[in-house]
């Protein structure tokens, strides 16, 4: 095997490129010059073989991940495979093709051979590329009819796509977790230097057991979205009114990451997704714990709550879902999504401003900090053809009345509003 250091293999690549390059436009192909191609090109197939041999420990930037269940590693072979027959047509090909342009050429007095065609010729040259795609075709529809079947699964989730977050239903179980983007903000603001897992880490992760088939059931609530693990082999567009189902089996421990695939909006480079893979006794364990922590959300909302406590646990469900558009500093984007500081100045379409007055929340170019009961309905159920989406789905009582409570006593604003979980709890019932 051949040493070859990282930069002779790049500039190998660069040379037989350049070469290739310049026999497009040559008039004359001299015995040196088509010497020196030869070579070019003997160095460039090196360079390609050795290549992931030569850096072992890049490789991975350039492949795919390393698979972590059986559909992953199937995809993982047919890319090989597939690339391995396009590198055999290419030097079959380019071989043939130079080997001609040197032997056949004028300088050693070779005549060229007039004729029309040749039957053994075009017969070879088309039965070739078929059995090279029935090669291809064979193993490519097994493992598409692997990523399609369904049967049998241990584990149903249900995984709803919101801009820009994850919710996921464990079907039959009553657990609900949502994921949000846990990357601090002063690395996004470019304050800090950013993490190694800078915007592919979360809150809340998806936790599987190993060694257990899961089916995932997705779907959106907004726009189309696309839930994307690469080590788990899985891409699959969670659109709104439709269910797409995928499924995996995880066979070592670990976490797994992955984000939406699918352009959804200002902040789709916000919506990563992580997938934690756990021994079966401690997921079942995990899964006891969520349990227990579902009750005790039913309980709390008959807790009455201090406005300290309240803006406490407000402060973290505003910077997971309300900071990407509100921003950190509550003044919003200007256009796009409105502040939430009492007289700050925003100025918009009629399609977003007319809302906002109607419902007692801006006025002559200005936000006003309307009515709480105003400020309750618009996080539970949203403004109707603006950004502003429905938040009774994806927080429960308490987290609602704790972030309106904490916005209405943040940034300057004194309200003095308190809004407790039962408040909330009835306006879902339609109390007045």
């Not at 490789?59 to 072979?77: E, F, R, S, V």
């Not at 050429?105 to 051979?113: D, L, N």
């Not at 090279?132 to 699964?153: C, D, H, K, W």
């Not at 936790?207 to 891409?235: A, C, E, F, M, Y």
């Amino acid at each position: 095997m051949l040493e070859v250091k990282e930069s002779t293999l790049l500039a190998y690549h660069l040379c037989a490129l350049t070469q290739m390059k310049a026999n497009a436009s040559a008039s004359c192909l001299t015995p040196a010059y088509l010497a020196f191609n030869l070579r070019c090109i003997k160095l460039f197939i090196i360079a390609v073989i050795q290549l992931p041999l030569a850096l072992p420990a890049k490789a991975a930037q350039y492949n795919l991940q390393t698979p972590a269940t059986p559909i992953a590693q199937q995809i993982y072979d047919l890319h090989t495979w597939i690339l391995l027959v396009c590198l055999f047509i290419f030097v079959v090909v380019f071989g043939f093709m130079f080997y001609a342009l040197f032997k056949h050429r004028k300088s050693v007095g070779h005549q060229a051979a007039n004729f029309h065609h040749n039957t053994k010729i075009e017969v070879f040259w088309t039965l070739i590329p078929f059995l090279i795609l029935i090669g291809i075709a064979y193993p490519t529809t097994q493992t598409v009819f692997a990523m399609r079947n369904m049967e049998q699964a241990d584990i149903n989730i249900k995984v709803t796509a919101f801009q820009w977050l994850w919710e996921y239903e464990y079907l039959d179980q009553g657990v609900r977790i949502v994921s949000n983007l846990a990357t601090p903000r002063d690395q996004i603001d470019n304050k800090a230097p950013k993490g190694e897992h800078y915007l592919l880490e979360v809150d809340n992760p998806l936790v599987v057991p190993t060694n257990k088939k899961i089916r995932v059931l997705l779907t959106s609530k907004d726009v189309i979205h696309s839930w994307w693990v690469p080590q788990l082999g899985v891409k699959q567009d969670a659109i709104p009114g439709f269910i797409h189902e995928a499924w995996f089996t995880v066979e070592k421990p670990g976490l797994y990451r992955g984000q939406c695939a699918e352009l959804c909006g200002v902040g789709h480079g916000f919506m990563p997704i992580v997938v934690q893979a756990l021994p079966s006794d401690e997921y079942e364990q995990w899964l006891a714990t969520k349990k227990v922590a579902s009750l005790d959300a039913g309980v709390a909302v008959d807790k009455t709550y201090t406005m300290e406590e309240l803006k406490a646990q407000g402060e973290k469900v505003y910077a997971g879902r309300c900071a990407l558009c509100h921003q950190a500093n509550g003044m919003g984007v200007p256009g796009a999504f409105p502040p939430l500081v009492d007289g700050a100045a925003f100025s918009a379409g009629a399609e977003l401003t007319d809302p906002l007055e109607k419902r007692g929340f801006w006025k002559n170019g200005k936000i006003v900090l309307g009515p709480k009961d105003q400020h309750t309905d618009i996080v539970v159920h949203g403004i109707s053809g603006t950004a502003m989406q429905s938040f009774g789905q994806q927080l429960n009582d308490l987290e609602i009345a704790a972030v309106i409570t904490y916005e209405r006593n943040h940034w300057g604003n004194k309200t003095g509003d308190i809004v407790q979980p039962a408040e909330v709890a009835a306006l879902r019932k339609g109390a007045p």
